[in-house]
């Protein structure tokens, strides 16, 4: 049975690493690429405002429901072969997507697509905690923090080029249909280049506990988003409290069960490692305030300002640009100053989208915003991004054992693509709500404040983890 020591020093790890990253990369760019293309996706398929927020969360809902169990199963039976699953599934659910003809077959194409990304996610992480051991680790986990920080920006850029494109006559669908030369690709090189690694000594998967949790997490999800065109009714109230019950139960019993051969979804183990726990709640809210603000953005840049989904794309280029410039050193400074870099990171996050958020007031209806006044906010936004999110990974997962890396790395991922729901269910539906009452600037202005609010709690957050929350081995 391979173990997680014969492999620690593969010859072939940084090879399978940018394998595996690449793949990766696919998830992480299709969480914010389909925001630029939505509004053409609305006006093609006559979709309803909840149907759009629904082609973003269905997706990461679909992805989150199926993490955790997903680490779990590649901990036990080996992540090679889930990772490769996951990649094939994720081509062909873009294919699904990218032949759709309606709402419907759309967003459920898209939760498929969400399905097989979350069989592969946690498979990489975990592999890289196997994998890479001391300062390696360290590097990787930066990375990986990096790739997954600026491909939120980065797809909205390419979204907007594929779109505008038109690629035999694809249009929007081409931001799916990429993803199959991609996917087919990697799955030739994680054939021949990704080791099989897997944990002696892992429990069987809970089945019954992740059919809970994936019921708990879209029942806490489904009335945010149906609420505000439905009135908000008594169910959806209901619906929401049922399903924060649900996970809040399933975490409770988990923390009681004592050893057994099924592995804990939720294991108590690591939530008591402040480190990990507390880092986890700093990703969620990022994940919320992110994916909020993008998808916000984007309907406002096309929607009010009339730019094309191309020139969308470009201005998020300074987003980009402030996360490259800290990235490169975020590592280091967080080595010496601990927390007070992440904190500092969420600040500038909060800082620069309430300058855009200024930006949009001044304009009001009447004047279109040319992209300069953007700009700046833009590039605070994104430099505080590399700070925060570049060390998150290390702070996160260097903290858990190596038999629950799986687990862990399952529940990391969760965080972020739940909280991504989060913020299209909440961010949207006030953007979408003050929409019907004014113009899409007064609705940009009204959902701002959230997104802003959201990152100064993150800091504050960051200033509760431990002093130095950085892996030293």
Not at 14 to 21: E, S
Not at 284 to 310: C, N, S
Not at 355 to 384: F, N
């Amino acid at each position: 049975m391979p173990s997680s020591h014969p492999v620690s020093a593969h010859p072939r790890r940084w090879a399978a690493a940018v394998v595996m990253m690449v793949a990766a990369l696919m998830d992480l760019l299709d969480v914010t690429i389909v925001n630029v293309a939505l509004p053409s996706m609305g006006r093609e398929l006559h979709a309803s405002e909840s149907a759009l927020q629904w082609i973003v969360s269905a997706y990461l809902l679909g992805f989150a429901a199926t993490l955790i169990v997903s680490g779990h199963l590649g901990d036990r039976y080996g992540r090679k072969a889930l990772f490769l699953a996951g990649t094939a599934g994720f081509g062909l659910a873009g294919l699904a997507c990218g032949i759709a003809q309606s709402p419907g077959q759309l967003i459920a194409a898209r939760a498929l697509q969400g399905i097989t990304a979350a069989l592969l996610m946690p498979q990489v992480l975990g592999s890289f905690r196997t994998l890479f051991h001391g300062r390696e680790r360290g590097a990787v986990f930066g990375l990986y923090g990096a790739v997954a920080g600026f491909a939120s920006a980065i797809g909205l850029l390419l979204g907007g080029l594929l779109t505008d494109a038109d690629l035999f006559g694809w249009g929007w669908r081409s931001v799916f249909l990429v993803n199959v030369p991609v996917a087919l690709l990697t799955l030739v090189a994680g054939a021949v280049l990704v080791p099989a690694t897997r944990e002696r000594g892992a429990g069987r998967p809970d089945l019954l506990g992740s059919l809970v949790l994936a019921a708990g997490l879209v029942a806490i999800v489904l009335p945010l988003v149906q609420g505000q065109s439905n009135g908000w009714p008594l169910w959806g109230w209901l619906c929401l409290a049922a399903g924060v019950l649900a996970v809040t139960g399933l975490g409770v019993l988990e923390a009681r069960r004592r050893g057994g051969a099924i592995a804990p979804l939720l294991p108590a183990r690591a939530f008591r490692l402040p480190a990990f726990s507390l880092g986890l709640a700093v990703q969620l809210l990022f994940a919320v305030g992110m994916q909020g603000f993008f998808l916000i953005f984007a309907l406002w840049l096309q929607g009010g300002e009339g730019y094309t989904p191309m020139q969308a794309g470009l201005v998020t280029v300074a987003f980009s640009v402030g996360g490259f410039l800290t990235a490169p050193v975020a590592d280091t400074l967080a080595a010496r100053h601990g927390r007070l870099v992440l904190a500092a990171g969420a600040l500038l996050m909060a800082g620069g989208f309430a300058g855009v958020w200024y930006a949009v007031t001044r304009s009001g209806d009447a004047t279109h915003t040319g992209a300069w006044p953007l700009v700046p906010g833009l590039l605070i936004a994104g430099a505080g991004l590399g700070f925060l999110v570049v060390p998150l990974v290390n702070v996160v997962l260097s903290a858990v054992p190596a038999e629950i890396a799986g687990g862990a790395s399952g529940i990391f991922s969760t965080a972020q693509q739940f909280g991504g729901a989060l913020g299209a269910a909440v961010i949207g539906t006030v953007f979408f709500g003050a929409l019907g009452e004014g113009g899409p600037s007064r609705a940009m202005a009204a959902a701002m404040p959230w997104v802003t609010a959201g990152f100064v709690l993150c800091a504050v957050l960051c200033l509760t983890l431990p002093r130095r929350a950085l892996a030293r081995t």
